[in-house]
């Protein structure tokens, strides 16, 4: 493949790549109202189209048009910046997400002056090797938004919001990468591609863990679905965002679009959290494949998508079911209980992993 | 393809410039800072030696990344005990100044 | 030529962070610049190969340490703006430092560049390199090293705890005396 095709492919890539990302975190707000809407015994948005799926149209055409107050005292690079750091790091991690195999196009003629060259690219925007660590990365630069944005708004209720939604996180960031472990000691790779290749025949990571017989992969899967709900400040560890105790917490004194940058972090933060569940522990896009050429190369993206859904959805679902945590309970159950559980679960990996070699 | 100088001079000025900062600044916590980026200046140079000698052919040559972590294992223990300290001084002086904090006794 | 380009980008990007950090007054705007010095070096490490050095810069460097950075600055507070008196031993040793260095560093660029070049991305610097040095030769540095986290660990704490709490675990050891206990013992 020459330079340019390359170059062009990666391009239109990024671009599908960030407006589908985009949507989706559009629609995960809607997904959850719906959700949580029927939760709670009612209807949610019904109006805006057809079981409101035009809402987040509304609510979008709603944060352009509100007034941006910006407060006197605050101070101005950082306040005006932060929401936009948040936003960026969240984003970026999309891009070393594999969606499904690999997309072949043959040499085809269009019209009569132009061919368009043989294409084979994975689904994915770039295969780095240490795929993971870069998401593990950009999740650690993730705090600054919040702890930026925080300090900046000048005012009681955004600072402890953001101490203690920054130290929330970085608390959680260890248990986090290091409930990791044990799945990279099973692929030996940090290379995503290849982290859900070594899952195939039904090797999900969730059951079969190192040996079938000992089903560490699960908690290994409970250990990082718990650090992540605390990295993502989602219900029950939303203390810092909590509406009765903070008044909104960081982003108390944030209107509108920048209200809205965050919101859309926050969302997006989430859709990464679920890519990454179901790369490591359910086999990304790996299900069962049939029909002709084109309907392979589209099926392992449905898959992925069906379960990444399924992510979303138990996110919505633990939110409004469970009460919150308690800022000290929080903070001791994610060093007393979750960092020593995962410490002990790469020990036990490790031995049994040598001890069958 | 970049010559092997480039890198150290770049590690240099790196250096130099937190030793500058130790130097002229008055609030502990940039001092502090300084001290971190004297670090990775000195980080910089372990590893573009060690590109250097892996490309000479040299067995040991990738010893320069390894001993990185080390720097950084280092560097993170001290911003923590040295974090504490200051946070203990504040306590008692009230003042971040380095020219306020010259007497044993308050 | 890419390689040149690239690194002279984010060679530029760490010295203009550096002097920035000693440009600014206020400790959290020297603290960004710090930030940005430390994701540049990030990709410099990238453009030498050493990838996992890389990401361990980020996540470890500017991910953690800087966290820590910006946090006791929040909680502080005091640094607003610092006044500089300005140290004369400071400008006495300062300047004709400074000239030294630059002296010596322009004439290690003139007198050695063209002879050594590295090419891009050179190191084998994955994780399995690193870990298979890590794990063998470097056993006891790491070990050591983490011992070494574990007494810097237990260090903050006792230095950052507050005098109070520990003034009230021996309050809370004395034994309580209760008057009307007292009292009516007495009348018995």
């Known amino acids: 493949m020459t330079i340019t095709t390359f170059i062009v492919i990666s391009i239109i890539k990024s671009i599908a790549v960030i407006a589908v990302l985009l949507t989706a975190v559009a629609y995960s707000v809607w997904l959850e109202r719906k959700v949580s809407a029927r939760i709670q015994n009612r209807w949610g948005p019904t109006r805006v189209g057809p079981f409101g799926l035009l809402q987040p149209l509304a609510d979008g055409a709603k944060f352009i048009f509100k007034e941006d107050l910006t407060q006197p005292h605050v101070y101005r690079p950082l306040y005006i910046a932060a929401p936009i750091i ?16 690999s997309l072949y196009i043959p040499e085809t003629q269009v019209g009569s002056w132009f061919t368009i060259p043989e294409i084979d690219t994975p689904f994915q925007i770039t295969d780095l090797n240490i795929g993971l660590l870069v998401i593990l990365g950009i999740t650690s630069m993730g705090v600054y938004g919040i702890a930026l944005a925080g300090w900046s708004s000048n005012s009681k209720y955004s600072l402890l919001g953001g101490l203690r939604a920054s130290a929330q996180m970085i608390s959680y960031e260890v248990s986090l990468g290091l409930s990791l472990i044990p799945v990279l000691i099973k692929s030996g790779s940090f290379s995503l591609r290849a982290i859900v290749e070594a899952q195939q025949h039904l090797h999900w990571n969730f059951w079969y863990g190192p040996v079938w017989w000992a089903p560490l992969g699960a908690l290994a899967f409970f250990t990082y679905l718990i650090s992540a709900y605390a990295e993502t400040n989602r219900t029950p560890f939303d203390l810092p965002e909590a509406e009765s105790e903070l008044v909104a917490g960081y982003h108390t004194e944030y209107s509108a679009m920048k209200f809205a940058m965050f919101f859309m972090a926050e969302y997006a933060n989430m859709v990464t959290v679920a890519c990454l569940a179901t790369l490591l522990f359910f086999g990304g896009w790996l299900g069962p494949v049939f029909g002709p050429q084109l309907l392979q190369m589209v099926l392992p993206i449905f898959w992925f998508c069906l379960k990444v859904f399924f992510f979303m959805f138990l996110y919505v679902w633990v939110r409004w079911t469970l009460p919150r945590f308690r800022y000290d309970q929080l903070m001791a159950f994610g060093w007393k209980v979750l960092l020593p559980l995962a410490v002990a679960n790469i020990v036990v990996t490790s031995l049994i992993v040598a001890w069958r070699a | 393809m970049v010559p092997l100088s480039y890198y150290l001079l770049l590690s240099g000025i790196l250096f130099a410039c937190g030793v500058l900062g130790f130097l002229i600044k008055r609030n502990i916590i940039t001092i502090f800072m300084s001290i971190e980026l004297m670090l990775n200046g000195v980080n910089l140079s372990f590893v573009a030696f060690a590109a250097h000698w892996h490309m000479m052919g040299n067995l040991n040559a990738l010893s320069g990344q390894v001993f990185v972590f080390f720097v950084m294992v280092v560097a993170a223990a001290e911003a923590a005990v040295g974090l504490a300290i200051i946070i203990a001084v504040f306590r008692t002086r009230e003042t971040l100044n380095v020219d306020q904090v010259n007497l044993l006794k308050l | 030529m890419l390689h040149l380009i690239l690194f002279l980008f984010f060679g530029t990007l760490c010295v203009a962070g550096a002097i920035n950090l000693l440009a600014q007054s206020h400790p959290i705007n020297s603290a960004l610049s710090l930030i940005v010095v430390m994701a540049s070096l990030a990709a410099e490490y990238l453009l030498l190969g050493a990838e996992f050095v890389a990401a361990v810069q980020v996540i470890v460097y500017a991910g953690a340490i800087m966290v820590l950075f910006i946090f006791v600055i929040m909680l502080l507070n005091a640094g607003q703006e610092e006044r500089t008196k300005g ?17 010596l560093t322009a004439w290690t660029l003139l007198h050695h560049a063209s002879a050594l070049a590295v090419p891009i991305g050179v190191l084998p610097g994955g994780p399995h390199e690193v870990a298979r040095l890590l794990f063998h030769e470097f056993l006891l540095p790491f070990e050591i ?30 034994p309580r005396t209760m008057p009307e206990l007292v009292g009516a013992g007495k009348e018995h």
Do not use: Y
């Open chain 1, 86 to 101: 948040a936003l960026v790091f969240a984003i970026t991690s999309i891009s070393v997400v594999p969606f499904g195999n």
């Open chain 3, 87 to 103: 140290s004369r031993i400071a400008i006495l040793f300062g300047i004709p430092g400074v000239l030294i260095g630059a002296v």
């Open chain 3, 145 to 174: 090293t983490s011992v070494l986290i574990l007494i810097a660990i237990m260090g903050a704490v006792v230095l950052a705890s507050r005098p109070e709490a520990v003034a009230k675990r021996h309050d809370d050891e004395q």
